[in-house]
């Protein structure tokens, strides 16, 4: 995907989130390898809201990674709509945001 002016246009992924530590790393994986395969220019924004299962830590460790994710947290749970409006708001290109952070099979 390229913009008027033939540079590649930036895709945003929202990721809301809650408690969903056991399915962050595979997802975060997929989208880069993904991006990497077909030469996306992309930035994942992880949303989460108040999780108690150590998603934040994760969160953060991948954006200390990898400078194209990146994390916003809520201190507690406001729900679904409320992280999904926030990542919308905070992101830098075109996207949207997936249904949650289910990983359910290979993107391709």
């Given at each position: 995907?390229?913009?008027?002016?033939?540079?590649?246009?930036?895709?945003?992924?929202?990721?809301?989130?809650?408690?969903?530590?056991?399915?962050?790393?595979?997802?975060?994986?997929a989208?880069?390898?993904?991006?990497a395969?077909?030469?996306?220019?992309?930035?994942?924004?992880?949303?989460?809201?108040?999780?108690?299962?150590?998603?934040?830590?994760?969160?953060?460790?991948?954006?200390?990674?990898?400078?194209?994710?990146?994390?916003?947290?809520?201190?507690?749970?406001?729900?679904?709509?409320?992280?999904?409006?926030?990542?919308?708001?905070?992101?830098?290109?075109?996207?949207?945001?997936?249904?949650?952070?289910?990983?359910?099979?290979?993107?391709?």
């Open positions: 995907m390229e913009s008027k002016l033939g540079k590649p246009e930036l895709i945003s992924i929202v990721v809301p989130l809650l408690n969903e530590s056991e399915s962050l790393e595979e997802l975060a994986n989208l880069l390898t993904v991006a395969t077909h030469g996306l220019y992309l930035e994942v924004i992880f949303v989460d809201d108040g999780s108690r299962d150590g998603s934040w830590d994760k969160i953060r460790r991948f954006a200390t990674a990898d400078p194209r994710i990146r994390g916003i947290r809520f201190r507690r749970n406001f729900g679904k709509a409320a992280r999904t409006r926030r990542g919308v708001r905070c992101r830098a290109g075109a996207g949207g945001a997936p249904d949650g952070c289910r990983f359910a099979g290979r993107p391709r």
